[in-house]
Each structure stands twice: as C-alpha cells, then as structure tokens.
C-alpha cells in the first residue's frame, strides 16, 4: 500500500498540464470526493497498525503534493493566458507621436536654406545688447523715436543696455569682426515694448541680411531679394520696391510681394492691393561701414530685413500673432506636414 502512495506521489510530479481542463481531470482523479486521496483515506482503517504512522505520513505527503501542484499548474495557466493569448498581433500598433515643429522654426530654416544656397552664412548675436550695436553704431540720430522707452525695454541706463529691438545689431557685430567680402544672415529674437493684439507682439522674430564686398549695386540687392521671394513664396511672385527711410541704409525700401492668397487681383488680407509688404532694405549707409571699421570708399553693401512672424502669417493665412506664442496643440499640430 505504501508502495502505491509513492507510485501516486511520483506520478503527481511528473504530471503536466496543458489546459485548464487538464488540471481539472488531475484534479478529479486525486483530489475530487471520490479520488484518489479520498480512497487511500478510507482503506486507512485497514492498514496494519504498526504501518499507520508512516502509512499517514506518506497520505498527508500525497494530498499537499497535490494541492500545491493543482495550485501552481492554474497559476503558471494563468499567467501564460495573460501574456500571450490576450494580445493580438495582427492589431496595429499604437503610432508614435513624433510632434511637429513650430510653424516659426519650419519658415525660418526654409528662409535660411534659400540664402544659404546662395552662400550666404548664419551668425548670431546677443538678445542682451548695448546701445551702440542697436542704435549708434546703425546712425540712429540721438533723437530718434525708436530709442525711446515707448519702444525700448531697457535693463540699464547710462551706460544703456537693452533688449534689441531688431537683428540689425548682428551686422555691427559682423562688420566689427569680419572683412568683406561679407555674406550673412542673423535669424533671432527681438523685443519692443508694445501692446500685445493681433497683430503685434512683444516679443517677435527677425532675420536681418547683410552683403559687403566690392561694387555691390542696388541691382544686386534687387535681384537676391527677387529670386527669395519665387523660393518661398513661388515662382510666379512678384516683387516691386517702394522708397522708404531707414537711418542705417540709403537709399531704402521697403519690399512687397504679390499677394500669395489670390495672387495679385485683390483680396481681404491684401486689402484689395494685390501686395503685401514682407521687409525692408537698402543699401547700407557709408556712415554704418565707417562706424564698423570698413572702407565705405572701397565697399558697398546691401542689407535687409524681415519679421518670421509676418511672412509665416501671410504663407499659412494665419489672422492672430498670438498664436505663434501660446503653444495650444491644436494650432501646433496643423504644421506637422510642413517640416
Ligand atoms: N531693422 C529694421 C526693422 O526692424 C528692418 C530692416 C530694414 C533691416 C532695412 C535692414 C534694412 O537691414 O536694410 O524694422
């Protein structure tokens, strides 16, 4: 009989289990009211009384074997019906947001691009500026209204320094370190103490331009401004020039493209001109090359510049600057094509 009890507790060792139904049958077969167990239980009373301790042992060796093996065959069951037959691998995946990149970033490569594929470079230079690279230095008279606290952020005074209030203070900084031939472009950030509305920020973006070298013409200027208005706005744009005043550039103008919205008949955002103003430009003044250290008798320049938020709005028909600086996902995620 005890031979049997061992035979039984090898046997339930060695079983395995492929099914829930499997272990049930194990079950049944040991541990049910007629099983196994049950049976060895009753025949107890039978077994000679010298052999009933061991006898007893060995039963009680039997009937935990099998609750623990009937418990850990449902466990290991269950776990392998968590991992594999819940999950279908014919579902598609979950798609992985990549973001986009702001519609200011995405027009400011596509302007870089295009002046660098006319080998111009990128220089930089400081938010935090002094007044000589803002004003002094560009011929801004003392007087001048754009120097004062209406516009300016000033963090300093005497000796001013301030927030610059365009990337024109770049081409100082480039004229004061380089020699010509010089062909850049600043992208950066620029601050003017305005009221916020629709159409005005306080903070916003500009790329300025800069050529110098030996007989640059007004022609010259007209035709790289001509050749980045088909890049980005297309190649059927239009460019006209009007005289303007800027005290760092004589003569200046002031540049307009054909609308892009209904190209050039007339409509709401070009208020029925057929033209939109997108920057302004000159040739640079022989008082700003002198103030930089640069022979204005050997040299002549062209510079420009030109507000990222303005040229954004007018490419993607976008009515509120605000947009551009509240970060709401909604308006971010339109941009995801454009890279
Ligand atoms: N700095 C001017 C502004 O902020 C833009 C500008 C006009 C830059 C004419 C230039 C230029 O280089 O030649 O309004």
Partial sequence: MINNIQKYIEEVIAFTANTKDDVEQFRIKFASKKGIITQLFADFKLV?????????????????????????????????SESTSNVDYTLPGDSINLGSRHPLSIVRNEIVSIFNRLGFTISE???????????????????????DMQDTFFIEKHPDILLRTHTSSVQVRVMENQKPPIRT???GRVFRNEAISARSHCIFHQIEGLYIDENV?????????????????????????????FP??????????????CGGKGCNVCKHSGWLEILGCGMVDP??????GIDSKKYTGFAFGMGIERITMLKYGIRDIR???E?????????????
């Avoid at 230079?125 to 120097?147: C, K, Q, T």
């Avoid at 008082?287 to 930089?292: F, G, I, T």
């Fill in 185 to 187: 472009i600043s992208p």
């Fill in 287 to 292: 008082n700003v090359l002198e103030s930089c």
């Fill in 48 to 80: 000679p009384n010298e052999q009933k301790k061991e006898f007893g042992q060995k039963m009680n060796e039997l009937k935990n074997l099998v609750q623990e093996k009937i418990d850990s065959l449902l466990n290991n069951l269950e776990n392998k």
């Fill in 323 to 325: 947009l551009f600086f």
């Fill in 217 to 245: 013409s007004f022609a010259d200027l007209k035709q790289t401004l001509l050749y980045f208005a088909k890049e980005l706005f297309g190649e059927h744009t239009k460019i006209r020039l009007r005289p303007s005043f």
């Fill in 125 to 147: 230079g400081p938010e935090i500026e002094d007044d000589w690279h803002v004003f002094s230095a560009l011929n801004f008279p003392e007087e001048h209204p754009a120097r």
């Fill in 327 to 339: 970060n709401d996902l909604r308006f971010l995620k339109q941009f995801k094509s454009c890279v």
């Fill in 248 to 261: 760092f550039t004589e003569p200046s103008a002031e540049m307009d493209i054909t609308c892009s919205l």
